[in-house]
Nanobody, 123 residues
Framework: VQLVESGGGLVQVGGSVTLSCATSGFTFDYYALAWFRQAPGKEREGVASISNDVLDTAYADSVKGRFTISRDGVKRTVYLQMNNLKLEDTAVYYC?????????????????WGKGTLVNVSS
């Protein structure tokens, strides 16, 4: 199983970036997918999640209206569109897959994890 994040980097406050997570090794259409983040000195927190059938999503309150999660079954990839970025969005962003297929932000029940990509928001 592999989950490989990409798209991170340095971005200015108010800017936008799209993260991608390419997956392999599991039945993509059966799994919910999620994005988590961990800022320096802080615990990992859930950011966004999407159910296996695309009908349900979940977002952290801090990103609602700014971030959008989506998935592409053909490319086996999950995306996180991040708009109007703030300094506090600086973190390593991880994608994860959950065999329950339900959209949620519970890190403890995720089955698979990527290694993360750094998003650094600067002023």
């Amino acid at each position: 199983v592999q989950l490989v994040e990409s798209g991170g980097g340095l971005v200015q406050v108010g800017g936008s970036v799209t993260l991608s997570c390419a997956t392999s090794g599991f039945t993509f259409d059966y799994y919910a997918l999620a994005w988590f983040r961990q800022a320096p000195g802080k615990e990992r927190e859930g950011v966004a999640s999407i159910s296996n059938d695309v009908l349900d999503t979940a977002y952290a309150d801090s990103v609602k209206g700014r971030f959008t999660i989506s998935r592409d079954g053909v490319k086996r990839t999950v995306y996180l569109q991040m708009n109007n970025l703030k300094l506090e969005d600086t973190a390593v962003y991880y994608c994860a897959a959950d065999g329950s297929a339900v959209a949620h932000l519970l890190a403890s029940v995720m089955d698979y994890w990527g290694k993360g990509t750094l998003v650094n928001v600067s002023s």
